[in-house]
């Protein structure tokens, strides 16, 4: 099939984290991930319009690119046919081709129309943003029957641009833009210029107390941006956003928890998703159709099933459970507080369906910690212990959960904290298992019905295989929250003063652990020794010192107010 004059151009947003957690102000954070998640709209099919414009002034103020609604309930079809159909009027200068999983195709008219929208598409976000990096890549020669390959000697469209983005990637400039320009005033905190002043600020932004506030461009468009979300959701983002989880918890400690969920495996079941198909048509819809289930999997029914408990939780008095800061994709970033993290991660794993599964990491944090500080380390629990985890053990559905209490030295990578605080030997990962109601989670089940999906015509057999290597490991060394809950039990009958009183003995060795142990059960009442199910205070005491890995991650949990939200929640309802 002849080659077209087309362009595949790929979009990608570098340092999201950066961008977003830079700032420790929550209306920033919030900003900045809205700027995120709508900047192709606000920005790039504002650009195409202006080039279009420029060139034929026939369709003046109507669209410039064909694009689809991810979100709606029956996507649109792409057809490459209808494609250079459009492309042959004078309306049209591109199609969006897929947008999701963070990735963001285009299919051009032409090399020009790329290039002279992209370049208005980035000195917008220069002006406006100031320094949110977005790199392009694009290539051409595309063919209307060769958008994949499995053949690496002959890549179809897609891994030809996916190879020529990864070394754009590398080569990309991560200079701020600032270097020449004559600075007058900088930002004590970022070093950026100020460049905007509010004279009658808002008092919750304004740092000193005055009347008027000078800030960055960035922290400008982050305002604007979560103030303009707010104009249009105030029930759900107010001004006191998530100044209300932290305002639960003044007086005692004012401990937050950050935590990063990221899907498993969603390589594979992009490749799964292709298997066998190479032109555009065919690829392009199976693709849109795989990131709409993704997106309503791991976002859209969660945010759902956290609605629903937040309702639950709720009375005469609003309580805010959590606030999703990052949900896009198989992708999580949501913010509680501390001593509610614990039953939240439970709830959203727990209720993940086969054949998916996550992997999670919380950091637990005071107020005042920086966010980008936090959201690294849970990063880094997300990826370094539970992706590790399953690598290690060839696991690919597993839904598993991680957590560090940052104390001190958070600016450390994560290996390095564990290591000085000498907590790198701990019983974490921890297994959430499937609750769902079909309880169809590492089980085999027959596929009865032979038109499912791509993605999920191995369900079973995954399933099958994953569920031998789980049980193994449960024999060696995994625990299920199940394990912990269990043994959580047991230790609350302890007291929670002894149990924080716990935590010099159980770092320091097995024999000073034993002799307090022996101390503290024998000075229990008869009514909880017989609770525990133990024949005598000796196999009591054996029982935490073989579980002594867990026993510390819990007993340093106990500082977080692990197990109260839900003590008080069960208070309430007698």
Not at 301 to 306: E, F, G, V
Not at 399 to 424: A, P, T, V
């Amino acid at each position: 099939m002849a080659e077209k004059d087309y362009v595949l151009c790929m979009y990608d947003i570098r340092g999201k984290q950066e961008f977003i957690y830079k700032s420790s102000k929550l209306k920033e954070i919030v900003g900045a991930s809205l700027i995120i998640r709508d900047l192709f709209k606000d920005y790039l099919y504002d650009a195409a319009k202006v080039y279009r414009d420029c060139i034929n002034e026939e369709f003046k103020g109507s669209d410039a690119v064909f694009r689809y609604d991810p979100n709606e309930d029956k996507l649109k079809k792409f057809s490459f046919k209808e494609f250079e159909e459009r492309m042959n009027g004078n309306q049209y200068i591109g199609e969006i081709v897929y947008d999701g999983g963070g990735n963001f195709l285009m299919l051009y008219k032409n090399e020009e129309a790329m290039k002279k929208t992209t370049e208005i598409f980035t000195k917008k976000i220069l002006k406006e943003i100031g320094t949110l990096r977005v790199v392009a890549t694009y290539i051409g020669n595309i063919r209307e029957d060769n958008y994949h390959s499995d053949d690496s000697k002959n890549p179809g469209d897609y891994e030809r641009l996916y190879q020529r983005h990864r070394f754009r990637e590398s080569t990309a400039l991560c200079t701020q833009p600032y270097g020449s320009l004559p600075i007058v005033q900088t930002s004590p905190v970022s070093s950026m210029p100020l460049t905007y002043m509010y004279d009658h600020a808002p008092k919750d932004i304004s740092a000193s107390g005055k009347s008027y506030f000078k800030c960055s461009t960035e922290t400008n468009a982050k305002l604007k941006k979560y103030w303009e979300e707010a104009g249009k959701h105030s029930d759900e983002m107010g001004e006191t956003i998530l100044d209300n989880i932290v305002a639960e918890t003044k007086g005692e400690d004012s401990m937050l928890a950050i935590f990063y969920i990221d899907g498993n495996a969603m390589g594979a079941k992009v490749q799964a998703c292709l298997n066998g198909k190479k032109n555009y048509d065919d690829c392009v819809n199976l693709l849109r159709e795989f990131s709409k289930k993704i997106q309503k999997t791991f976002i859209d029914d969660r945010k759902k099933d956290m609605l629903k408990e937040d309702e639950k939780q709720s009375s005469d008095k609003k309580h805010f459970r959590s606030r999703i800061l990052i949900g896009a994709g198989d992708e999580m970033t949501i913010i509680c507080r501390a001593d509610e993290s614990y039953e939240i991660i439970k709830e959203y794993l727990s209720k993940i369906p086969s054949p998916y599964s996550s992997c999670a990491g919380a950091a637990i944090f005071h107020s005042h910690t920086p966010f980008s500080d936090a959201y690294r380390i849970a990063e880094q629990c997300c990826e370094d212990t539970c992706k590790n985890y399953m690598k290690e053990n060839g696991l690919t559905l597993a839904n598993l959960m991680d957590f560090e209490y940052c104390q001190g030295g958070i600016g450390f990578k994560l290996s390095d904290i564990r290591k000085e605080n000498g907590d790198d030997d701990n019983s974490r990962p921890w297994l959430v298992e499937s609750n769902i109601e079909e309880k169809t989670s590492y089980h085999y089940k027959p596929v009865k019905n032979k038109n499912l999906p791509p993605w999920e015509k191995g369900k079973a057999t995954e399933e099958a295989d994953n569920k031998k290597i789980i049980e193994k490991l449960k024999g060696d060394n995994l625990l299920t929250l199940g394990d912990v809950e269990d043994f959580h039990t047991k230790l609350s009958l302890l007291g929670r003063s002894n149990i924080k009183g716990l935590a010099i003995p159980v770092s320091l060795s097995e024999s000073a652990l034993r002799t307090e142990l022996r101390r503290i059960i024998a000075h229990m009442s008869k009514d909880k020794k017989e609770s525990m199910g133990f024949k005598s205070d000796i196999e009591s005491v054996e029982y935490f010192i073989n579980n002594k890995k867990l026993l510390k991650d819990l007993v340093r949990m106990y500082d977080t107010g692990y197990g109260k939200a839900k003590e008080e929640e069960e208070e309430n309802a007698e």
